[in-house]
C-alpha cells in the first residue's frame, strides 16, 4: 500500500476515534476531537497531493479518498445537529449535493466522461472544513449561523456549477 492510501486509510480510522472522543465527553474532548479532525482534514491534503505529484492514483485511492472526506464532513455536521449548532435541513443539502454529483460522475463514466472537481468544488471542501473546525471553537452564535451559511451556499453553488457545465451528460428529454 503506497503512502498516499495509507494517509486515506488512516482518516477513515480516525473517523470513529473523532466520534468516540466527541461522545466520551471528558473534559477537554472537544479540543482532542477538534484535534484529530483538524489532522484528519489535512490527511486529505497531503494524501491527493501525494498521489497526484508520485504518480500513485489507485483504484483503492480513487474510492475511498472521497468516501473518507464525505463521512469525516458529515459526522461532524451530524454531531452539530446533535448539539444544536446547526440545522438538519442544512446536513440534508450536503448529503443530497453530495449522492447528486455523485450519480451525475457516475452517468459521465458510462459515457466514457470522467468530471473532475471543479474549483468550486475545491473551494466547498475547504470553506466547510474551516467553517467546522471554527464550529468546535466558543464562537459567538452569529459567527455559527455564519458557517452554516457559508456551507449551504458553497455547497449549493458547487453543486448546481457541476450540473449546469455538465449538463450535456444526462438525457434530460425523458423528463
Do not use: H
Not at 492510501?5 to 480516525?14: A, W, Y
Amino acid at each position: 500500500m503506497n503512502l498516499a492510501n495509507k494517509l486515506t486509510l488512516l482518516r477513515v480510522i480516525m473517523i470513529p476515534a473523532f466520534l468516540a472522543v466527541l461522545y466520551l465527553g471528558f473534559p477537554g474532548s472537544t479540543y482532542v476531537a477538534l484535534g484529530i479532525f483538524v489532522i484528519a482534514s489535512l490527511t486529505d491534503l497531503a494524501d491527493g497531493y501525494i498521489a497526484r505529484s508520485r504518480n500513485l492514483v489507485t483504484d483503492f485511492g480513487k474510492f475511498m479518498d472521497p468516501l473518507a472526506d464525505k463521512v469525516l464532513v458529515v459526522t461532524a455536521m451530524l454531531w452539530f445537529v446533535e448539539c444544536g449548532q446547526m440545522p438538519a435541513w442544512a446536513v440534508a443539502i450536503v448529503i443530497f449535493r453530495e449522492f447528486a454529483v455523485s450519480g451525475l460522475r457516475l452517468v459521465a463514466v458510462e459515457g466514457g466522461r470522467v468530471i473532475a472537481a471543479g474549483w468550486s468544488g475545491k473551494v466547498k471542501t475547504a470553506s466547510t472544513m474551516i467553517c467546522l473546525i471554527l464550529m468546535f471553537l466558543p464562537i459567538p452564535a452569529l459567527v455559527n449561523t455564519l458557517c452554516v451559511w457559508v456551507i449551504v451556499v458553497t455547497t449549493l453553488y458547487s453543486g448546481v456549477e457541476y450540473f449546469v457545465q455538465n449538463r450535456d451528460v444526462m438525457d434530460w428529454s425523458n423528463i
